[in-house]
């Protein structure tokens, strides 16, 4: 079964810093798609930046970008200049072909400081 | 309508009623799913429908959760006999069909069994 991993649950960075999340995950699928999900205190699940496992490109939405390495099965978010609007529960989510489906991490909390 | 829309937002119910959740997606998407999500915990897949039909029911924890879609949109969660252990957010999202595209989450609804 795919499984998706996020090792650090909570990290804290002042304003305008950068941050990176960690995610990994397992599959022994060839194509798949990435996704980063942030959920803010509203409960709103918004998506941050999506990516097809058969690009090579790294995909990048304004501040965030990520880095995808296929072999090692390793996605991680990379969120420059933060901002206080940054503060979010994220979650990093791995679609699963054939049974349809997005199978999630445990989620990180971030807090950005001012 | 422009995004998800759930209802209701919150409910507190009793323990051993039931309780129904509506989900209405977006225009047009043909893919709807529902997942949990435990204080502090991540998302828990329930259901998925493509249509009216589900193929992929799974996640239901148990006898007590139903769930249904009419006319290929409006999908209502259904659990009978509400125990605490019920007690979360549920989260309903919707995409257009096809592999890969890119889910849209509702805001929830925040069931309280007391």
């Known amino acids: 079964a795919q499984t998706v991993t996020q090792s650090q649950p909570e990290m804290s960075v002042q304003e305008a810093e950068t941050v990176t999340l960690s995610c990994t995950y397992d599959t022994s699928e060839s194509n798949y798609y990435l996704f980063w999900y942030k959920q803010p205190p509203s409960r709103q699940m918004i998506l941050v930046i999506r990516?097809?496992?058969?690009?090579?490109q790294n995909a990048t939405e304004n501040r965030f970008s990520v880095n995808f390495q296929k072999a090692a099965k390793s996605f991680s978010l990379k969120i420059s200049d933060s901002q206080l609007g940054d503060t979010a529960m994220y979650f990093c989510a791995f679609f699963q072909g054939g049974s349809e489906k997005l199978v999630f991490g445990k989620g990180m909390k971030l807090t950005v400081n001012p | 309508g422009a995004g998800v829309s759930q209802s209701p937002s919150n409910k507190v119910t009793e323990k051993g009623k039931d309780v129904e959740l509506r989900c209405d997606p977006i225009s047009g998407h043909t893919a709807l799913y529902w997942y949990r999500q435990s204080l502090g915990q991540g998302l828990e897949f329930l259901i998925y429908f493509q249509g009216n039909s589900a193929p992929d029911k799974s996640g239901l924890p148990s006898d007590r959760f139903s769930a249904e879609r009419t006319g290929g949109s409006v999908s209502t969660l259904t659990i009978q006999r509400t125990q605490q252990e019920d007690s979360a957010v549920y989260l309903c999202?919707?995409?257009?069909?096809?592999?890969?595209?890119?889910?849209?989450f509702g805001e929830g609804s925040w069931l309280t069994v007391v």
């Open positions: 999202a919707s995409s257009l069909a096809g592999y890969g595209n890119t889910i849209y």
């Open positions: 990516q097809e496992a058969y690009k090579q």
